[in-house]
């Protein structure tokens, strides 16, 4: 399994852009990069999903460089109610059935 | 649309008993379904996972199991629990096209 480092903790205010980049230098070729986000006491929440180059959605953007030994998610605007642990994972591809290992993830605190 | 239940909400069992834990889901068919432990302040571990009716993988070895009597019902057990159990207990299930998981309410589980 790739594993992935990400910072500990970061903290953001709000109204700025956020960007929290994940680290996985030994990502297989079939691996794709995926962002959940978890508040406490709930299960996490898919972000984003990507495999090369750069994804967005309503939510969120992912940029992957052309080496894939790195991903950057990015939160626009953040808001109060985006302070919560962001978690990278490496693997699949999207139809095998085994699950990625959630690491530590990374804490995210938006301040007023 | 889907919806995925886990019960008990929280539970406090002593050390040396058993334990049961169900998780179902609603709205889709054939899913994969998994198992996740969350300790205190760190990452999701993945115990089982299923890709249907009585086949279950085992991540990691441990006093726990893990039964798919059917399609959209995953149970966790345990003979006899540990202090080492207690934690948030996460059902998570995926289905086509297979790129994110979607996360149950989680079971709170405290050993003493």
């Known amino acids: 399994l790739a594993k992935t480092t990400q910072p500990i903790s970061m903290d953001s205010y709000e109204g700025q852009e956020v960007n929290i980049t994940c680290s996985h230098n030994?990502?297989?070729?079939?691996?794709?990069i995926t962002w959940y986000q978890q508040f406490p006491s709930q299960g996490p929440r898919f972000i984003i999903q990507g495999y090369k180059t750069k994804v967005t959605n309503e939510v969120a953007s992912l940029f992957i460089p052309a080496d894939r030994k790195s991903s950057t998610l990015s939160l626009p605007r953040v808001s109060l109610s985006d302070t919560a642990v962001y978690y990278c994972l490496v693997g699949g591809p999207p139809g095998s059935a085994r699950q990625l290992t959630f690491g530590s993830g990374t804490q995210l605190t938006v301040l007023p | 649309s889907q919806t995925i239940h886990q019960w008990p909400a929280t539970l406090v069992q002593p050390v040396g008993s058993p334990l049961s834990l169900e998780c179902t889901v609603e709205?889709?068919?054939?899913?994969?379904l998994y198992w996740y432990r969350q300790a205190a302040g760190r990452g999701l571990q993945l115990l089982f996972y299923s890709v249907g009716i009585g086949q279950i993988s085992s991540e990691v070895p441990q006093n726990l199991s893990a039964s798919r009597p059917q399609d959209r019902q995953f149970i966790l057990s345990s003979k006899k629990l540990l202090l080492s159990d207690s934690g948030f207990y996460l059902c998570a299930w995926r289905g086509a096209p297979y790129n994110e998981q979607f996360f149950g309410p989680g079971t709170r589980l405290t050993v003493l």
């Open positions: 709205g889709t068919s054939n899913p994969n």
């Open positions: 030994n990502i297989a070729t079939n691996d794709y």
